[in-house]
């Protein structure tokens, strides 16, 4: 594989892993704001075992659904808050999506030669090394 081939792949796995962390910022977002709040419902509830069927107060912890959660992110907050953190994640996710990408054309292209082309093995041996090369 020649280096302009190589330079190719890198800056595709760049692209790639951008646009991918972009499409999936909001959805990253929603689920963070699912795992870290709740909603505290009071419900009332008839004790039956009394004489004078007493209501008394339970305390739920209920979570919002993803829609109604995204609903309140662009209500409250607007539409360029689905993008918080996205300036990190790239940072992390462009270069790693370049290296996995290169690593994974240079690898198959050996394994070629060695096994049958584009058989399984190819690609699930070329897979695991680019992932090994890009989790350093």
Same mark, same amino acid.
């Given at each position: 594989? !020649?280096?302009s081939?190589?330079?190719v ?15 999936? /910022? &909001? ?6 704001? %699912?795992?870290?709040? !709740? ?17 008394? $107060?339970r305390?739920?912890?209920?979570? &919002?659904? &993803?829609?109604?959660? %995204? *609903?309140?992110? %662009?209500e *409250? ?11 990190p $994640? %790239?940072?992390?996710?462009?270069p790693?999506r370049?290296?996995y990408?290169?690593?994974? !054309?240079n /690898? *198959?292209e *050996?394994? $070629? $030669?060695?096994?049958?082309p ?7 041996? !070329?897979?695991?090394?680019?992932d090994?090369?890009?989790?350093i």
């Amino acid at each position: 594989m !020649s280096q302009s081939d190589t330079l190719v792949h890198l800056f595709a796995g760049g692209c790639g892993g951008t646009v991918g962390a972009i499409l999936t /910022c &909001p959805l990253e977002v929603v689920k963070t704001r %699912l795992q870290s709040s !709740s909603v505290t419902l009071y419900i009332s509830e008839v004790q039956l075992n009394t004489m004078t069927g007493a209501s008394v $107060n339970r305390v739920a912890r209920v979570s &919002p659904g &993803p829609l109604h959660c %995204l *609903k309140m992110i %662009l209500e *409250k907050e607007g539409s360029r808050s689905l993008f918080r953190g996205l300036g990190p $994640n %790239l940072v992390g996710v462009a270069p790693s999506r370049a290296i996995y990408f290169a690593a994974y !054309s240079n /690898c *198959k292209e *050996k394994m $070629n $030669n060695i096994f049958d082309p584009d058989s399984t093995q190819v690609h699930m041996i !070329s897979a695991a090394m680019a992932d090994s090369y890009a989790n350093i």
